[in-house]
């Protein structure tokens, strides 16, 4: 396992090499001169020059490059040129708030689209497979946006029964921690539960047809035994897989729905960042965004390698 994993890292240093270039340049590609927006209104020459000089501005490029990677690797992110605060430290403020918000999304999705594809799968050409079809349609349809609005109006607004917006970590208030992040989390979970069902009734209807389990039917096993440790456990790899990947999308998904529910989070950082064009904070997001990706695909590599027996024997 240590040498599947270990040629998956090899492959994953080249990727987070041309990300980090790609990363460097969105300090280029992004519209406006943040030295100036610091100037503030009088934009003395002076200051401007000294602006540039502190934050190295009148280096070349390639020049620029270099500091910049040379102080990731040692986990400077640079400073915000807004806040003049360290970009990591703003990073790890936020970061806690996201993975919460993604683990709750996640644990939503797996809770409404892991059995709804085994149903689905199961049951398939009834009523409970149609139903169970509309309602991932509706779930992959249906704009995020529009959804936690509606929420807030129904939930929050006309029944009172959960915090409209806002954020309470868990260290401060566990209980009003997890009751402010249900709307949200279940906002972000509803499309990936979609999405998970859809690739959870497609692995089971492969398996349902294989040998083994036509064998285990003819054993006479019982069904749900059949169902749940034969046919699942089987069709297990590919959904582990995604469920990986999912919550890496969440992670880097989640800007909407923070803005909508204000809490603060990635999403939240990375929208103010860009409007204030605070180069710093969007690099070190987009970094550490693209950085997570990599991770969860190594896990999922991992998972997969766990999962799948014919993978050990090689």
């Not at 990073?91 to 806690?96: A, R």
């Not at 009003?176 to 979970?189: D, E, K, N, Q, Y």
């Not at 499309?191 to 497609?202: G, P």
């Not at 695909?297 to 766990?306: G, I, P, S, T, V």
Request: proline fraction near 5%.
């Amino acid at each position: 396992m240590l040498a599947f994993i270990g040629r998956r890292i090899l492959v994953a240093i080249p990727t987070i090499v041309l990300i980090s270039i790609f990363v460097f340049s969105l300090q280029q590609l992004l519209p406006g001169d943040p030295i100036l927006a610091m100037a503030g209104e009088e934009r003395d020459p002076e200051t401007i020059e000294y602006l540039r000089e502190k934050y190295g501005f009148n280096d070349p490029i390639p020049v620029q490059y270099v500091k910049w990677v040379s102080g990731v690797l040692q986990g400077d992110l640079g400073i915000s040129l807004r806040s003049n605060q360290p970009v990591t430290e703003l990073l790890l403020q936020k970061l806690p708030v996201t993975i919460q918000l993604a683990v709750m999304a996640m644990i939503f999705a797996i809770a409404i689209g892991v059995p709804m594809g085994i149903v689905s799968a199961v049951k398939k050409g009834t009523v409970l497979d149609y139903a169970a079809n509309l309602i991932a349609l509706s779930g992959l349809s249906i704009p995020n946006f529009w959804l936690g609005i509606m929420l807030i109006l129904l939930v929050s607004v006309k029944w009172g029964l959960l915090p409209a917006s806002g954020y309470v970590s868990p260290a401060e208030d566990f209980g009003r921690s997890i009751t402010t992040m249900l709307m949200p989390a279940f906002v972000l979970g509803t499309a990936l539960a979609a999405t998970l069902m859809r690739h959870t009734r497609s692995a089971m209807l492969g398996v349902l047809k294989s040998d083994y389990v036509r064998t285990a039917r003819a054993k006479g096993l019982n069904e749900r035994r059949v169902i749940l440790k034969h046919a699942f456990r089987n069709a297990l790899v590919p959904i582990v897989t995604l469920m990986a990947l999912l919550f890496g999308e969440l992670i880097a998904g989640a800007v909407l729905t923070e803005q909508i529910f204000t809490i603060p989070g990635f999403g939240k950082l990375v929208v103010d960042a860009v409007f204030n064009r605070d180069y710093a904070v969007v690099q070190g997001i987009v970094l550490c965004t693209a950085v997570g990706f990599i991770i969860m695909n190594l896990l999922a590599d991992a998972a997969y390698f766990a999962l799948n027996p014919r993978l050990r024997k090689q």
